[in-house]
């Protein structure tokens, strides 16, 4: 897992609620990324941030938030308009976010949340 | 525990034998690449990775062999142990961009 944390390992959730997933790393990396993972799929990007107080959208980032206030901290909310948020999240960062070798991304150990 | 590797190729590999595992992957342009392992129900586990101006890199009982002609990554793990059981993905990144992961192949040890 290698300084990053995330919490809680298992999250239930009612329908119409939203939901906060946490991310910390003590890496000191610049960048971080949220990954959504369902069976038999590859990791989805759905937000990632470069810089404090500044991220980007990644492929399905429809119903789902963030916030970068920290380098430390990357939470990631899951909103009541997400239709299907059942799924294991991955959080993960990088030293920079800028590609090549530095732009490797070391993961957390993953949030499962399940909508009942 | 999470089942992340549902209907992903799966490879069977005797324990103590060698295994092979393949990702071809999709742009000519990456020019970084990155083997991850997944346990059951937890995050991936970085590997090994190799730069596109190589052909082949070795770790401790791992090596990626990269063959750009046909866009082809493998990863061989020598004596395959318990241990070893996992999902196995490769990543691609092009300098600049986002990386793109693949959808694994579940590695099983046989006893």
């Known amino acids: 897992d290698g300084g990053i944390t995330q919490s809680p390992k298992y999250l239930f959730r009612k329908e119409g609620q939203n939901v906060t997933l946490s991310c910390e790393q003590n890496l000191n990396h610049d960048a971080m990324y949220w990954y959504r993972q369902d069976p038999g799929q590859g990791l989805r990007l759905i937000y990632y941030?470069?810089?404090?107080?500044?991220?980007q959208k990644g492929d399905i980032a429809e119903g789902y938030s963030v916030s970068r206030e920290k380098k430390e901290s990357f939470p990631l909310t899951v909103t009541s308009a997400q239709k299907n948020p059942t799924a294991f999240y991955l959080c993960a960062s990088s030293i920079t976010g800028t590609g090549g070798s530095t732009d490797t991304q070391y993961f957390g150990p993953g949030t499962r949340l399940t909508v009942l | 525990g999470e089942s992340v590797g549902l209907h992903l190729p799966t490879l069977s590999v005797q324990e103590g034998d060698n295994s092979i595992i393949n990702c071809a992957y999709s742009?000519?342009?990456?020019?970084?690449f990155i083997w991850y392992k997944q346990e059951s129900g937890k995050g991936p586990q970085f590997i090994i990775d190799i730069r596109s101006n190589m052909d082949k890199r070795q770790g401790q009982r791992v090596t990626v062999l990269l063959n750009k002609t046909v866009k082809h990554l493998s990863l061989q793990i020598a004596a395959t142990q318990p241990g070893d059981s996992a999902v196995y993905f490769c990543a691609e990144n092009i300098w600049g961009d986002k990386i793109i992961f693949g959808k694994g192949t579940r590695l099983h040890i046989l006893p």
């Open positions: 742009n000519s342009a990456s020019d970084y």
């Open positions: 941030s470069q810089i404090v107080n500044d991220f």
